[in-house]
């Protein structure tokens, strides 16, 4: 039976998101504005919030430093109010007109050690909000920022070619989204932490279909296989496998419904030919093996046993005007009839 492999979108990639991918910016860098942790105030009122904000004096003191390096330009405030004593009060409080950007959103761009380029928000320290992120390699993340991480709505293009669109946590595809290959075939569904899981629907370039249920990144649960020729197997999947119960129609008009075990059929089971043929029995290995029936279309049957796919040991055959004989049988060939009380 032919099996199709499934695609899994693996973070260890080259250029897939993950916490070796994404460092923490820490500290300054030349390039960057540090006005969003620089608060305006003048030198006469500098101590007025000492004893009540030893925060916002570290940051005042910060700042003084950085503007003597020539690093760091302070505006005095957004709306160009000069009343810069209006920013704190006794008590320590922001209050009033001035920049004081602690925890604000901004947006500017940035280069990390690695080479990666990040082009979008950020709060603080952190990429938060919006940003593009592009990788030496040509990987490139494009979407929604949490943290540090990758997390809301989000698009990543691989080195590959490969593109997954849709929901992120905590630099994990997770939620729901589409991942297209670069081969043609595609992936549209659920996603837990990197892997498909839930119910989900895979297409293949050459007309084969997957629709159901995947638990992380295998086909598992209750799902429907198309194939290309036109054959279509519904019911039970395990580890990519048809596993458990299920029916498959084959394009000729054959069909099975019985038990699986690793993509071959193996139990009990119904097998149905478009001739009107049937058996109904004991299967191993794709084999009918141990006791069964087989039925032709003129009424004729045998009612017995069964090794390696051919009726082997004692069995009961039926004729088509219903007169009954025991004959044993070896490798599907009838080697005697047995006679009454033997």
Known sequence: MQQFPLHIFSALLPGALSSTFFPK????????????????????????????????????LFCRLLRKMGNCACPRSLTGDTNDELIFAQDGKLKGYGKAAVGSRQKREVTFDNGAVYNGEW????????????????????????????????????????VYFGDWFEDKAHGYGVYNHADGSKYEG???????????????????????????????????????????????????????YGVYRWADGRRYEGEWEKNRMHGQGKFQWADGRIYEGDYRHDQKD????????????????????????????????????????????????????E
């Open 123 to 162: 709060l603080g320290e952190v990429r938060d909000g919006y940003g593009i992120q592009t990788w030496d390699d040509g990987a490139r993340y494009e979407g929604q920022w949490v943290n540090d991480k990758a997390q809301g709505k989000g698009k990543f293009v691989h080195v590959d070619g490969d």
């Open 190 to 244: 659920q996603w837990y932490e990197d892997k498909q899981h839930g119910k989900g629907t895979e297409q293949w370039p050459d007309g084969a279909k997957y629709e159901g249920q995947y638990s992380n990144g295998k086909k598992h649960g209750k799902g429907t296989f198309s194939w290309a020729d036109g054959s279509v197997y519904e019911g039970d999947f395990v580890n990519n496998d048809i596993h458990g």
């Open 290 to 341: 141990g006791k069964g029936t087989f039925s032709w279309p003129d009424g004729r049957k045998y009612i017995g046993n069964w090794r390696n796919g051919k009726q082997h040991g004692r069995g009961v055959y039926i004729t088509a005007k219903n007169e009954q004989r025991v004959g044993e049988w070896e490798d599907g060939r009838r080697v005697r009839w047995i006679k009454d009380g």
């Open 25 to 60: 910016l820490r500290g300054f860098r030349a390039s960057e504005s540090c006005s969003d942790v620089c608060v305006t105030v003048p030198e006469a009122v500098a101590f007025l919030f000492q004893q009540n904000s030893v925060l916002a004096l570290q940051q005042y």
